[in-house]
């Protein structure tokens, strides 16, 4: 699907030039409405990044287009793997207790949000089980070919090893906002708190109580500080990931909703810290402008 870069109703890099052409690396943004329109962009839309944890919103797609097929159920059991009463949803929404890395569990499920790449590789394993295949051909099979992310590379742990391009990306926004392979009714369940009010540690921005997810999604919620901008609403669900990624979807910015990707070729640090939030503040007028 390559209609991300039809017929842009404005393209205006100057503002997002001030932004990013100071910074000590390669990076790309773009955002677009919830049709596919490409609002305004900057950099090279098609280049292939490191995805890094973002990896985690094509991976845990996959597994709800499974759910939404019948294969298994958010209520199944997590595995021989994990303690009892663990369960799919649990791993979805980083409520399991993995720890972030490896087999060891630091909490009974449902007691604390546990932000794990663990977690997500579990789910992978308990996907591939239930659908009959391994999960790297799943993924490709049931999100990114249907799709038609034609840049994105799926091997490695489906928890931070995926690459993609910003264009791949802003096709899986439109996705979240207007979805196709999964029903309306368990896209609106993914992009509302599971577990909600539970506590804990966001990476790179500290202890956030409560810290909500959906099914796969990071939720914004009253989180402070946060990576998304002061104008991002409440509402506002994605992923940001350690190579400096980010995707956001926020269904109350403009009517309609609206989707940003950010890539660059430099890990997370400061600088990204820095701008991010002035970034989205400026996407989010760029579409109020237009609306």
């Not at 992009?191 to 804990?200: A, M, T, V």
């Not at 409560?210 to 989180?223: F, S």
């Not at 002061?230 to 403009?254: C, I, K, Y």
Request: hydrophobic share 40%.
């Amino acid at each position: 699907m390559s209609d991300v870069h039809a017929n842009p109703a404005h393209v205006d890099p100057e503002s997002l030039e001030s932004l990013l052409s100071p910074l000590s690396f390669d990076s790309a943004v773009g955002l677009i409405s919830s049709d596919g329109r490409l609002i305004t962009a900057y950099g090279d839309l098609d280049r292939v990044f490191p995805l890094a944890s973002v990896s985690k919103l094509i991976a845990t797609y996959a597994a709800l287009v499974a759910i939404d097929r019948g294969a298994l159920a958010l209520d199944d059991a997590a595995g021989d793997e994990t303690p009892q009463g663990c369960t799919v949803e649990h791993l979805l929404a980083h409520a399991a207790g993995y720890a972030f890395e490896g087999g060891e569990f630091l909490a009974a499920p449902g007691k604390r949000r546990m932000y794990t790449n663990a977690g997500i590789e579990q789910l992978g394993r308990v996907v591939a089980r239930a659908v009959g295949t391994d999960f790297e051909r799943w993924v490709c099979e049931s999100v990114t070919e249907p799709l038609g992310m034609e840049g994105v590379e799926v091997a490695g742990s489906p928890a931070k090893d995926y690459r993609a391009s910003i264009e791949d990306l802003l096709v899986l926004g439109r996705e979240f906002m207007s979805p196709t392979l999964i029903s309306s009714e368990l896209a609106e369940s993914a992009h509302r708190p599971h577990f909600p009010d539970l506590s804990g540690v966001l990476p790179g921005y500290g202890r956030q109580s409560p810290n909500d997810w959906g099914l796969g999604v990071e939720i914004k919620g009253k989180k402070n500080p946060h990576w998304t901008g002061a104008l991002n609403s409440e509402r506002t669900f994605g992923h940001f990931g350690q190579s400096g990624s980010f995707l956001w979807v926020d269904p109350e910015a403009v009517p309609g909703g609206l989707s940003a990707a950010f890539l660059s070729s430099k890990p997370f640090s400061e600088e990204h810290a820095g701008v991010w939030p002035a970034l989205n503040d400026t996407l989010v007028r760029a579409a109020r402008a237009q609306s």
